[in-house]
């Protein structure tokens, strides 16, 4: 293999796991599934490849707390006339 190649091919793996991002194959992410859900839970993104090429991504999902009714209260505005309906669609409903 080229020099050069091979620097640049080592340039880009460092650069992946620097970003926290690691690239397994199909077969492995199914040998390891649950070591890989472990480093997720830990933060880390995983990218699972099919022949080289990146498919999926598995990554933490963000911790949501408990939901607060209202708490979107007045973000929605409906105009006025938003109920209304015209009188052909009525018709056609009451056929």
């Given at each position: 293999?080229?020099?050069?190649?091979?620097?640049?091919?080592?340039?880009?793996?460092?650069?992946?796991?620097?970003?926290?991002?690691?690239?397994?194959?199909?077969?492995?992410?199914?040998?390891?599934?649950?070591?890989?859900?472990?480093?997720?839970?830990?933060g880390e993104e995983i990218i699972i490849a099919k022949a080289g090429k990146p498919v999926a991504k598995?990554?933490?999902?963000?911790?949501?707390?408990?939901?607060?009714?209202?708490?979107?209260?007045?973000?929605?505005?409906?105009?006025?006339?938003?109920?209304?309906?015209?009188?052909?669609?009525?018709?056609?409903?009451?056929?």
């Amino acid at each position: 293999m080229n020099f050069w190649i091979a620097l640049k091919i080592d340039l880009v793996l460092d650069l992946v796991y620097a970003m926290g991002v690691f690239e397994v194959n199909v077969h492995e992410a199914k040998t390891q599934f649950s070591k890989l859900l472990e480093r997720v839970a830990q933060g880390e993104e995983i990218i699972i490849a099919k022949a080289g090429k990146p498919v999926a991504k598995l990554v933490p999902l963000m911790a949501n707390g408990p939901r607060i009714w209202g708490q979107d209260r007045g973000l929605v505005i409906l105009h006025p006339e938003f109920d209304s309906c015209d009188s052909q669609i009525a018709e056609l409903f009451n056929t």
